[in-house]
Nanobody, 117 residues
């Protein structure tokens, strides 16, 4: 069973930074595009950004210039560096591994990020 283990959430003041981590097995990490999603109370889950197995990234307009996704192939870990955080970034953040070719679509348990004003 594929596991994605997230860490790094917490409480931070507006303007602060947090870094989220998502670790998984090497067999999945090497073939999957890794994404970060978030879900605020009463809202639908939305894509924050994604990094392909080849290292290409894309981001939601709301986080462009503030958030950065990276991956460490040696550690089978993907990171979400969040800077200049805003109260509207408050949500549960989820890691996702996706490969259409290999029929992989897995989610982490989620980690809470709370930004106070």
């Amino acid at each position: 069973q594929v596991q994605l283990v997230e860490s790094g959430g917490g409480l931070v003041q507006a303007g602060g930074s947090l870094r989220l981590s998502c670790a998984t097995s090497g067999s999945i990490f090497n073939i999957a595009d890794m994404g970060w999603y978030r879900q605020a109370p009463g809202k639908q889950r939305e894509l924050v950004g994604r990094i392909t197995s080849g290292g290409d990234t894309n981001y939601a307009d709301s986080v462009k210039g503030r958030f950065t996704i990276s991956r460490d192939n040696a550690k089978n870990t993907v990171y979400l560096q969040m800077n200049s955080l805003k109260p509207e970034d408050t949500a549960v953040y989820y890691c996702n591994a996706l490969s259409v070719t290999y029929r992989v679509n897995c989610w982490g348990q989620g980690t809470q990020v709370t930004v106070s004003s």
